[in-house]
């Protein structure tokens, strides 16, 4: 707790305090007080470099038409760069997928999937959030016309579900996730104020403050003013819900403290305050793919689709990249001043190129993350029509599924798709060693314990991705030890000589695409810099 | 597949480690890491020297390869395969490695803490380590000494495995 001296010292130095408030709130405090004084952006940028000047028919080879690739090439053609875009896949947009009707994936396994949602329907297999403080990924929503909807990233009314949890009387048994919290925090809030009518915290408070915080602690936990006691909410849901005429409804008694402690879920609780998951949250309208759909219709033209690459080279003059069509087979090289390649480290390494031994060990270092989502249709919204859960989260402990989420789309529409599982890690990795037919049933048992055997008669179509098997990208998105940040990830951000790299994994914003829309911003300043200089240098010498 | 169980299996197994020179292991171990994860042009292989052969006990159960392939199964297979033949272009061989072979500091590290795109697996226990990393080692047509949990922890505490007997060094109170 805040020393009472400290906090209210004027003049107390802006260092100080954030140290303080680090020390007493930990980081997410120090973070929300930054934020507020805009010492630190949210996301580092939110419009593109203000460039000056003009590209003198220099040509940017560009690796990857991803969100960053893309990026660059359209900042870079507004200055008058050439910026032809070397894509493998046959689409642009990289990670920022979304599954519809006919979309095909195939793992580097040769497992083929194709996705036979009815029309309408969709699944954000990649990234599918917006943070309202990713102002980056924002600005480009505005300049391409992508339209947002809200994607509703808490829910109370949804479900906590925990299995074999010790001591724990809901194991096996579904629990709204607003009763946990709201006997969590009206007990603890019950606790604190009685210990602070008790005069057991004098030592921190004084009167004023006293009276203050169990003002606070009587809101925040719905607490009993005269008896300073926690008797249950509105908030946590009725017995039977108020209605017309002569029904004021029955309110809800809560669980006991003791149970509500015994129940994992109320730890996750808060993990809707952290920084990439507070409200407001966006996605665009009809999947996530339409951002990179609006990055296509501006650069699209410069995209060469199909194009492996297999070698990158360069020497004092330029670079030379060398790709190979996937459809015919024959490669052919591709010349220019600068390469800018956005390609996943995982993929990039094991490409020969004239990267120094500095920078290929430096890549060495980092790790991608194992992740896999499984979308599922079902013919009617039984989570809508029974259980009233309109978007958000069904957090479990159910090993390799993890959350089950809602669609933020087609409300009380018919149908619709859900997510599934959301796994990590190991837990990734044993699944996506399963058959797609595997994957479904496994979710499928899973979301049964939860929502009964609607979720298994309900069940139309599904569509799942591993990311560590999917070519091109090889993982969900780069993990950084604090070792490699502190040692390798600075040697990357650094040209090396006419190469630079660009995405998500040259960010502290890893899988999320404003990092990989501010590290191209970045970049591309690199090599307009490195251009105006050298073109200045010329000048000067003629 | 074809297990080729080339320890006896008994309660604490006999594990044999070449003692070739220092230098000779650590390039064989640069040979392999580059062969196994990076560098797209190790061209040229380096065989350790034939070496004396010493036995080492290490702690592991009595059906450790057998408990082995059930975790590669659910922790590796999905990349490198069931037969440990990986997927060209994306992750590398297993079978036939000179790097998953070789001294275990490089393979153990590797687990413990990720490389070029693999994940870190330092979230498992020592003891399904030891038995993954003993298992890949023994696997296919494999053969290396397995490893134990104690040597699994020596590398987690930064420590150098000891090269001459491949058991944990400076390493107070490790089961030997």
């Known amino acids: 707790m805040m020393g009472r001296d ?42 593109p470099p203000d460039l000056e000047g003009s590209a003198d028919g220099r040509r940017v080879i560009i690796l990857g038409a991803g969100l960053a690739g893309m990026t660059a090439a359209y900042e870079l053609a507004k200055l008058g760069y050439e910026t032809p875009i070397i894509e493998a896949r046959d689409f642009a ?113 004084t009167e004023e403050d006293r009276e203050r915080l169990i003002d606070y602690l009587v809101s925040f936990g719905q607490l009993d003013r005269s008896a300073l006691e926690y008797r249950g909410t509105g908030g946590r849901g009725y017995e039977e819900d108020p209605g017309a005429g002569l029904n004021p409804g029955v309110p809800s008694d809560p669980h006991a403290f003791r149970d509500v402690l015994s129940h994992g879920a109320i730890n996750s609780f808060r993990a809707i305050d952290s920084h ?12 996530m793919d339409q951002l990179a759909r609006g990055f296509e219709r501006a650069v699209g033209h410069m995209i060469d689709y199909g194009q492996e690459v297999v070698e990158i080279r360069q020497n004092d003059d330029g670079v030379r990249i060398v790709v190979e069509d996937r459809g015919t087979g024959e490669t052919r090289e591709v010349e220019g001043d600068y390469c800018l390649c956005t390609i996943p480290l995982s993929v990039l390494n094991q490409i020969p190129s004239d990267l120094s031994p500095e920078f290929s060990q430096a890549m060495n270092q980092v790790t991608y993350a194992s992740t896999g989502k499984i979308g599922l249709q079902f013919g009617r919204r039984f989570w809508e029509l029974d259980d009233h859960i309109y978007g958000g989260h069904t957090i479990t402990n159910l090993q390799g599924i993890g959350n089950i989420t809602y669609p933020s789309y087609g409300w009380q529409e018919q149908k619709g798709v859900l997510q599934g599982y959301y796994n990590f890690g190991s837990d990734a990795i044993e699944v996506s060693a399963m058959t797609s037919a595997e994957r479904t049933r496994f979710a499928l048992e899973a979301g049964s314990k939860i929502h009964g055997e609607a979720y298994e008669r309900e069940f139309e179509t599904a569509f799942s991705v591993a990311w560590h098997l999917i070519p091109y990208s090889l993982g969900g998105w780069a993990s950084w030890s604090s070792d490699a940040r502190q040692n390798a990830y600075p040697i990357l951000n650094e040209p090396d000589g006419r190469i630079l790299l660009a995405g998500e994994h040259l960010s502290y914003m890893t899988g999320w695409m404003s990092g990989a829309i501010e590290s191209a911003w970045i970049q591309m300043e690199k090599i307009h810099q490195h251009a105006q200089a050298t073109a200045t240098r010329v000048q000067e010498a003629a | 597949m074809t297990n080729h169980r080339k320890h006896p299996i008994r309660r604490r197994a006999r594990a044999v480690i070449g003692r070739g020179s220092l230098a000779a292991l650590l390039v064989a171990l640069a040979a392999g890491l580059m062969l196994a994860y990076g560098a797209a042009e190790a061209e040229d292989t380096v065989e350790p020297e034939p070496a004396e052969q ?123």
């Open chain 1, 6 to 47: 400290e906090g209210t010292t004027r003049g107390i130095d802006r260092r100080h305090f954030l140290r303080l408030l680090g020390a007493t709130g930990g980081t997410a405090a120090v973070f929300g007080a930054m934020d507020a004084w805009g010492m630190i952006a949210a996301s580092a940028a939110e419009a």
């Open chain 1, 93 to 205: 947009g990289g990670r920022c997928q979304t599954a519809r009707r006919g979309f095909v994936q195939t793992e580097v396994t040769g497992r083929t999937q194709r996705a036979l949602f009815d029309e309408g329907q969709h699944f954000n297999h990649g990234p599918w959030r917006i943070p309202y403080h990713h102002r980056s990924t924002l600005h480009y929503t505005r300049e391409f016309d992508v339209p947002l909807e809200i994607m509703v990233n808490d829910n109370p009314n949804a479900w906590a579900y925990r299995e074999e949890e010790d001591g724990n009387p809901f194991s096996g048994e579904r629990v709204r996730i607003r009763e946990l919290r709201a006997d969590i925090g009206g007990y603890t809030a019950e606790l604190l104020a009685k210990a602070v009518d008790q005069s057991r915290l004098d030592d921190e408070l």
């Open chain 1, 276 to 287: 990439t998951q507070k409200n407001t949250m966006f996605q665009p309208v009809g999947g």
């Open chain 2, 54 to 176: 010493e036995t080492v006990d290490v702690d592991l159960p009595e059906d450790w390869f057998e408990q082995g392939e059930t975790l590669y199964l659910q922790n590796c297979s999905a990349c490198h395969q069931s037969a440990g033949d990986g997927i060209p272009g994306a992750f590398p061989a297993l079978a036939g490695n000179p790097f998953v072979t070789g001294h275990p500091q490089g393979i153990v590290h590797l687990l413990l803490n990720g490389r070029a795109g693999m994940p870190a697996f330092g979230g498992l226990p020592d003891e399904e380590l030891a038995l993954i990393t003993s298992y890949v080692r023994n696997a296919w047509e494999n053969e290396a000494h397995p490893v134990d949990a104690d040597m699994i922890a020596t590398v987690r505490d930064g420590d150098e495995l000891d090269l001459e007997s491949g058991g944990p060094m400076e390493r107070p109170g490790a089961g030997q």
